[in-house]
């Protein structure tokens, strides 16, 4: 009666061993593959890092440039300078990252995934809509390459976000960054439908 009851612990013991070893060897098989894709495209920005404008000051320096030459050309640069950095300042204050836009936006296409395949964003930015004094939209300008050699192709971004307000873009980061956002991933489904290439 013991040994029965001694074969029936020893049986019991080794299912319960066998079963959990087939459940270890599971998890761990699982474990090897990640819940997401992660991004294979070799991302960059290009130097300087940060929102461009461009808009009140070349106005400016087209008129100061008939009464003080070149000089007058710098000044309306510097005022676009100036507007830039305002609109930067308060973007990356509210958490911009245009590195971070970049990959969440590639993450939503095929192209991202792809290995070889390098994007460099040559510069990004806010542009005043013509004839206005307060309207701007947004814009990127993005190269693409694949390392087998092929030739790089340039795109640049036909304004599919809605305008914003120049004014308001200075006090509302959230809207900056929602504009740069939005005209990033229509630029990117064209650059996927393209799958990449020219």
Do not use: H
């Amino acid at each position: 009666m013991f040994n029965r009851f001694l074969i029936e612990v020893v049986m019991g013991l080794s299912r319960f061993f066998f079963l959990s070893t087939i459940l270890s060897v599971f998890l761990s098989a699982c474990s090897g593959f990640p819940g997401e894709k992660s991004i294979k495209a070799d991302v960059s920005i290009a130097e300087p890092d940060r929102i461009r404008f461009s808009g009140k000051g070349a106005g400016a320096g087209l008129m100061l440039s008939s009464s003080m030459g070149a000089m007058g050309i710098a000044i309306g640069v510097a005022i676009d300078e100036g507007i830039a950095k305002e609109i930067d300042a308060s973007a990356v204050k509210a958490g911009f990252s245009a590195k971070d836009e970049v990959l969440s936006a590639l993450s939503q296409t095929s192209i991202g995934y792809v290995s070889g395949f390098s994007l460099i964003v040559k510069k990004y930015g806010f542009t005043l809509e013509p004839g206005s004094d307060d309207q701007m939209y947004a814009y990127w300008s993005l190269e693409t390459n694949f390392d087998d050699g092929g030739r790089s192709c340039e795109w640049l971004s036909d304004r599919a976000a809605s305008t914003i307000s120049l004014d308001k873009s200075k006090a509302e980061a959230d809207e900056v960054k929602q504009a740069l956002k939005l005209e990033l991933q229509a630029l990117l489904v064209k650059v996927d439908q393209a799958s990449g290439r020219c």
